[in-house]
T-cell receptor
C-alpha cells in the first residue's frame, strides 16, 4: 500500500494525559499537512511541513500541541495535557505539489 | 479570511437520480479539490480542478474560477455514493494548505 498511513486509528485517553500520533506520507511527497476535524465540520488546517521544516502553524495549534518531521519522512503530532475539547479526528495529508492525499485519520476521544 | 460555502447542506436522493452540489468561494484561489468522506472518515479524492471541467465515470466537476464557484455532478446515484462531500480551496501555492467548506451530506435511498 503506497498511500498515506496513520497510527493509531483510534485513541481513547483520560484528560490530562499526553498522546502522540504518527503519520507516514507517500514516500516521494515532500509536503506534509495536519488537519483536525470535529463532528459536523470540515477539516481545519493545523500545520504544514516542507521536508523537515515546519513552515506554517495555525492559531488552532496551542502550545500544548507540537509536531515534528525529523528526517523529512514520517511526522508526529503530540498533544500534552489533553482536554475534552481536543476530541476530534486528526488527519494527515501529503503532496508533491498541488493535489493532497489524505490518510485514514486518528480519532481521539478524551474522557 | 476566505469563505467557502457549500450547498445544499443536506440532500436525500432516490437511487438513480442525478444531483448537483455547489461550492462558492469568496476570493481568488490557486486550486480546488473535491472529496468524498466515507462513513469511516477517510477523505477520498474525487477531483483536483482549478478550472474547467473533468469527468470520472458518473461524476463530473466544473470550476469557473473567474466567478468563484465549482459544481460537482453526480449522475445515476447509487447507495454507495452516500456520505459527505467536501470542497476545499488553496489560497497560496506557497504552502498549499486547504480551506474546507462545511460539506454536503448526501443520502441515497434504495
Amino acid at each position: 500500500d503506497t498511500g498515506v498511513s496513520q497510527d493509531p486509528r483510534h485513541k481513547i485517553t483520560k484528560r490530562g494525559q499526553n498522546v502522540t500520533f504518527r503519520c507516514d506520507p507517500i514516500s516521494e511527497h515532500n509536503r506534509l499537512y495536519w488537519y483536525r476535524q470535529t463532528l459536523g465540520q470540515g477539516p481545519e488546517f493545523l500545520t504544514y511541513f516542507q521536508n523537515e521544516a515546519q513552515l506554517e502553524k495555525s492559531r488552532l495549534l496551542s502550545d500544548r500541541f507540537s509536531a515534528e518531521r525529523p528526517k523529512g519522512s514520517f511526522s508526529t503530532l503530540e498533544i500534552q495535557r489533553t482536554e475534552q475539547g481536543d476530541s476530534a479526528m486528526y488527519l494527515c495529508a501529503s503532496s508533491l505539489e498541488g493535489k493532497q492525499f489524505f490518510g485514514p485519520g486518528t480519532r481521539l476521544t478524551v474522557l | 479570511g476566505i469563505q467557502v460555502e457549500q450547498s445544499p447542506p443536506d440532500l436525500i436522493l432516490q437511487e438513480g437520480a442525478n444531483s448537483t452540489l455547489r461550492c462558492n468561494f469568496s476570493d481568488s484561489v490557486n486550486n480546488l479539490q473535491w472529496f468524498h468522506q466515507n462513513p469511516w472518515g477517510q477523505l477520498i479524492n474525487l477531483f483536483y480542478i482549478p478550472s474547467g471541467t473533468k469527468q470520472n465515470g458518473r461524476l463530473s466537476a466544473t470550476t469557473v474560477a473567474t466567478e468563484r464557484y465549482s459544481l460537482l455532478y453526480i449522475s445515476s446515484s447509487q447507495t454507495t455514493d452516500s456520505g459527505v462531500y467536501f470542497c476545499a480551496v488553496v489560497l497560496s501555492s506557497n504552502t498549499g494548505k486547504l480551506i474546507f467548506g462545511q460539506g454536503t451530506t448526501l443520502q441515497v435511498k434504495p
